[in-house]
């Protein structure tokens, strides 16, 4: 830890304050107030907090019915939470009050584990394509501040939407990890990582798809096969569904698949009977998520040159309580079939798929769907799940 921090603060898995290397936090239930206080201050430091809402925060609607004075209760837990932080560092007021609101000092620079997380995803982000292996650094990084969830011992609901979102970066940042190493071939690494993020994320299936690969692309096939088994089942015990894919998908990408056999020259005629029979499928064509990704960039490409319609439709499936579990991927199965040949599907994940309609303008699309989803919940989903989605056109204009 450096010096140039009046705080360093860990958020993640863990809540802990340090002060030139000391420990300044408590953990005894005298404290839990102070610091539940801190914890709110902190999270919206940017913000002006009134009185009202700070003693919402700590207490609750029903403890302050049993408080006499809430607003004298908040003022003295203001003062022994500025006495607890000023005994570590020389400040004058670390929280503010002003025009009745409190808010942190920004003035007495602060370390925040969390802040960093954000910090070192995005700048390793934006390297994926120039710098990767600059990406792979900050990733690395993003990978030892995660310790678990944010503020993992406090209970409230306004945790509840900032915990996703640290949790959601920390799981961008190492799919985006997992790519770089799957693109290098760095298979080792691959099952390293993985074996990491599956202790705090372990229903991500993007993971799973490259914990897998890299067990087929280092010849152990049988333990791809046995992890397999495992993760679909936990997947459908868990959401009444089963994966996005198959065994057979991951090993249609690897190395059996005859495009990755090792040739020292190769005809244009063996690459095209591939090509034929991987096509010859009736209804669109399904893919994973990096093709689609890829297929989608192609296609923004020749939007520019072409009068072509393309539509992107994610559709949703969602579980009635009570409703039977194994029927997705019959339904999973019935959509695509009744989609074109030239439309391209993606499960995105266990509940979601995505869809791109090729020439299609939106009323069209729109009315497929409609056609599609009413029989699909008519024939199969019934009273177990309910069926919706969403259509965009695919632009390379960007809402502001």
Known sequence: ??????????????????????????????????????????????????????????????????????????????????????????????????????????????????????????????????????????????????????????????????????????????????????????????????????????????????????????????????????MAKAIQREFGVAPSYTFEDILKYTKEHPMHKETKNIDLNYICDILRKDSIHSGAFQCDKESFAAISRIMLRNLTRSELSIMMVLVTFSRIPDGNTNIIKNARGKLMHALREGDVVCHWNAAQTLIMLASRPAEDADTAMRRITEKLHADILREHYDISYKILPLTHEIDG
């Open 1 to 230: 830890m450096t010096n140039d921090y009046m705080f360093h603060i860990y958020t993640l898995g863990k809540f802990e304050i340090y002060s030139k290397g000391v420990k300044i936090t408590e953990n005894n239930k005298r404290s839990a107030h102070v610091w539940n206080l801190f914890k709110y201050i902190l999270a919206h430091r940017k913000k002006m907090l009134s009185s009202d809402e700070l003693i919402g925060a700590v207490w609750g609607e029903e403890d302050c019915e049993n408080l006499e004075n809430p607003e004298k209760a908040l003022q003295n837990l203001i003062y022994r939470l500025r006495t607890a932080l000023s005994l570590a560092v020389e400040a004058e007021d670390l929280i503010l009050f002003n025009q009745d609101c409190y808010q942190w000092n920004e003035k007495f620079p602060v370390w925040i584990d969390s802040d960093a997380l954000i910090e070192y995803g995005k700048k390793g982000g934006g390297l994926i394509e120039s710098l990767p292996y600059e990406a792979i650094q900050y990733f690395e990084k993003v990978m030892e501040l995660y310790n678990g969830e944010f503020l993992n011992d406090t209970d409230d609901i306004w945790v509840i939407p900032m915990r996703a979102t640290y949790k959601n970066a920390y799981s961008e940042s190492v799919m985006s990890f997992l790519g770089i190493l799957d693109r290098f071939g760095d298979f080792e690494s691959v099952i390293k990582v993985c074996n990491n993020f599956f202790k705090y994320e372990l229903f991500e299936e993007r993971g799973h798809y490259y914990f897998l690969k890299a067990f087929v692309r280092l010849d152990r096939k049988q333990d791809a096969l046995k992890y397999y088994d495992i």
